[in-house]
């Protein structure tokens, strides 16, 4: 599990997944996400725009998984 700080209030899923290193472009990450890979504090999201906060986890199926800070 990794940490992830941000200096703002809130990042994007898609560009999450790219800041984190878990998706390689935008268009893996928006795949990721459409398909059903990608979790937000437990629950599958299919929003490549939602807004993760601090305190938020998310996990990709893989089993990687960040903690944004």
Do not use: W
Request: net charge negative; proline share 1%; aromatic share 4%.
């Amino acid at each position: 599990m990794e940490e992830i700080k941000i200096s703002t209030e809130f990042i994007k899923l898609d560009s999450l997944l790219k800041f984190a290193g878990l998706a390689d472009t935008g268009g893996e990450a928006k795949q990721l996400i459409q398909d059903g890979f990608v979790s937000v504090n437990g629950e599958v999201c299919t929003m490549r725009g939602k807004k993760i906060r601090p305190g938020d986890r998310v996990s990709v199926e893989d089993g990687d998984e960040v903690i944004v800070k």
